[in-house]
């Protein structure tokens, strides 16, 4: 069972716990998701299809990321979920954390913040190897390309993380 750390609104870990989906936050109470963004020195970027059979955005186009597990820290979760997803190790890759942003639904239990990472490594296609089961394929995109994906509604959190782009 994967547990998520609850954090209080200064992002601050409570030392409480919650079972990975078990949407019991009240308000006050967040879990702490990240994204990475990987952009390669051509200045195209990384992203991957979530798999058909996804509860929530099946088909979409995103950059990886997820929910930190507990007792990890923000940075070791967006290495991690970015080695899971695409199979790029960025621990040596220039960047790092760029900004964070919360979001709230009150009455729903699920609050979150999310920590923004952005690593520039060189990868050719022949590095990605996709998560079974999270990933329904990648491409290597331009800014343009994902732009067009977020208009036509099929790109997940393109606009809470647009700036990183800039």
């Known amino acids: 069972m994967e547990l998520w750390d609850i954090y209080d609104a200064n992002k601050q870990p409570t030392g409480r716990t919650m079972k990975r989906n078990d949407w019991c936050l009240k308000d006050g109470e967040y879990h702490l998701s990240v994204l990475g963004v990987i952009q390669r020195p051509d200045g195209k970027y990384l992203i991957t299809k979530r798999a058909m059979d996804k509860a929530w955005a099946p088909g979409w186009w995103e950059v990886s990321?997820?929910?930190?597990i507990a007792g990890e820290t923000?940075?070791?979760a967006v290495?991690?979920?970015i080695l899971e997803e695409t199979?790029?190790?960025?621990?040596k890759a220039e960047g790092g954390f760029v900004f964070s942003y919360h979001r709230e639904n009150p009455g729903e239990g699920d609050n979150y913040f999310v920590d923004?990472?952005?690593?520039?490594m060189d990868f050719t296609e022949d590095d990605i190897h996709l998560q079974e089961g999270e990933?329904?394929?990648?491409?290597?995109?331009?800014?343009?390309?994902?732009?067009?994906y977020?208009?036509?509604g099929i790109f997940l959190h393109f606009q809470s993380i647009k700036k990183v782009f800039e």
């Open 65 to 68: 990321g997820g929910a930190a």
């Open 74 to 76: 923000s940075e070791q």
């Open 79 to 81: 290495h991690r979920e």
């Open 87 to 91: 199979g790029l190790d960025v621990s």
């Open 116 to 120: 923004v990472y952005k690593y520039t």
């Open 135 to 148: 990933t329904n394929g990648f491409q290597i995109a331009t800014l343009e390309q994902m732009e067009q």
């Open 150 to 152: 977020d208009k036509e």
